[in-house]
């Protein structure tokens, strides 16, 4: 039953990730794109706004009525593009698919089958308290279930779908909505053609079944990114709540005189200065943010050598020589 739902979990994972004209962030390395596509669409059109919202308690408090209506129209639309089912491999890294030539190590599940592996799932999850007293959970998505993420995103999309139905295209030519799991982000070009009050208003309260219900989020912070409006155009950085000038407040990585190899510790820092360089959109944010992320391997005891030639190899890489600006302000304040 256990490798079961595994399996079946992570069909729907990836049906989810398959759904057309829905509000769906695939992966968070995603969002430089979408920031990318708001300024093309809407930078010409207004003045961009945006809303920063959560779906409140999105697991808990999904309605269970929606679940199997979205499915099973999401699942009508895969066969209309002439998909009969999900090909599941035995790897987890591996990806699923739709299509394959693969003959050994992966298994052909039909959608039928998948519904009816979610549905039980969605009426029968048990659970067992510190007693050893079995409950029946009777409302939300199940808890702790594989199907969980796979069928609370495609759920979602199916509602983002029935809204977005509702709208005149005139409306739809002047926003921008994503989701990552239940976090929503909202962008509008004010000009006078919409009533963007009005829109946000109807998005709130129609989108998505009671009871879930949209509440406000820190707005200049998106998953992973920190975004602000500059000449009516998204700029955006790497998030991070350590400042050079304030308190720290997380401390992230391994310290450097920690019993890890110099390989995996070097790499470390190359993958965050490589991520960080791809969330940055702006010399001026990517030179603030870059120093803010190398003060704290700095105070981890991270050599400056070893950050300097990251950074020298940054510069070569993206041909950005901001970076070199970066490696020279690291030294200086290094002796």
Same mark, same amino acid.
Request: proline residues 4%; aromatic residues 12%.
């Given at each position: ?19 057309? !004209? ?69 790897? !987890? ?79 739809? !030519? ?20 919409? !009533? ?140």
């Amino acid at each position: 039953m256990r490798r079961l739902f595994h399996m079946s979990g992570k069909a729907w994972h990836h049906i989810a990730m398959h759904l057309s !004209d829905s509000l769906i962030i695939k992966h968070g390395g995603d969002l430089p794109k979408m920031y990318e596509h708001v300024n093309q669409k809407l930078g010409a059109k207004g003045d961009i706004t945006w809303e920063n919202m959560d779906i409140e308690g999105c697991f808990p408090n999904m309605p269970k009525e929606p679940v199997p209506l979205g499915l099973r129209d999401q699942i009508n639309a895969l066969k209309r593009k002439g998909y009969e089912g999900v090909y599941v491999p035995k790897k !987890d890294k591996t990806p699923c698919e739709f299509t394959t030539k693969k003959r050994k190590g992966i298994t052909f599940m039909p959608f039928e089958t998948l519904m009816e592996i979610m549905e039980f799932a969605l009426h029968n999850t048990m659970i067992k308290d510190w007693n050893d007293n079995l409950w029946l959970q009777v409302q939300g998505i199940p808890m702790g279930d594989p199907h969980s993420p796979g069928i609370t995103i495609g759920t979602c999309a199916w509602m983002e779908k029935e809204w977005l139905n509702t709208l005149e295209q005139k409306v739809r !030519d002047n926003f921008v909505a994503r989701r990552y799991m239940d976090d929503v982000i909202f962008f509008m070009a004010k000009n006078g053609e919409i !009533d963007c009050d009005k829109l946000m208003n109807n998005f709130r309260e129609e989108c998505y079944w009671k009871p879930l219900s949209l509440t406000p989020a820190e707005q200049h912070v998106y998953l992973e990114t920190e975004l602000f409006k500059k000449d009516n155009t998204i700029v955006h950085s790497m998030k991070n709540n350590n400042k050079r000038d304030q308190e720290y407040k997380v401390w992230r990585y391994a310290h450097y005189y920690s019993a890890t190899s110099y390989q995996y510790k070097r790499q470390l820092v190359k993958a965050t200065l490589t991520k960080l360089h791809k969330l940055c959109n702006d010399d001026y944010l990517l030179y603030h943010s870059a120093l803010d992320k190398i003060q704290e391997f700095i105070l981890l005891r991270y050599p400056i050598p070893l950050i300097s030639t990251l950074c020298s190899l940054m510069a070569v890489r993206t041909r950005n020589v901001t970076w070199f600006k970066i490696r020279e302000t690291v030294h200086s304040k290094s002796h």
